[in-house]
């Protein structure tokens, strides 16, 4: 059963980072990869994906130019640096890969979830 396990959540002011890791004990972590959120009482939400082969990358408007996605395939790890954090990024972040489909912001597209972690950013 491929597994994959979020770390690096916690809780930092407004305009702090955190970086995100998304490890897996498969080569998942090879191929297309996505980062969602949830806030509280809301929907999953697209934030970032990186494609296989050429690692392209893809961003939420509202975190372009703060959030940066990428991959150590040697350590089967996806990271999320989140720079200048806004308390709206406040969230349960989830890592998502073993893409069904070419539309990557659809969460029905996601085959393998983590478990998920909090982030919360206070103002």
């Known amino acids: 059963q491929v597994t994959l396990v979020e770390s690096g959540g916690g809780v930092v002011q407004a305009g702090g980072s955190l970086r995100l890791s998304c490890t897996s004990s498969?080569?998942?972590?090879?191929?297309?990869m996505a980062w969602f959120r949830q806030a509280p009482g809301k929907e999953y939400e697209f934030v970032s994906a990186?494609?296989?082969?050429?690692?392209?990358?893809y961003y939420k408007d509202s975190v372009k130019g703060r959030f940066t996605i990428s991959r150590d395939n040697a350590k089967s790890t996806v990271f999320l640096q989140m720079n200048r954090l806004k308390p709206e990024d406040t969230a349960v972040y989830f890592c998502?890969?073993?893409?069904?489909?070419?539309?990557?912001?659809?969460?029905?597209?996601?085959?393998?979830w983590g478990q998920g972690i909090q982030v919360t950013v206070s103002s």
């Open positions: 998502a890969g073993n893409l069904l489909d070419l539309k990557l912001e659809n969460t029905a597209n996601y085959a393998t």
């Open positions: 990186i494609k296989w082969p050429d690692d392209s990358s």
């Open positions: 498969s080569e998942i972590v090879r191929y297309t």
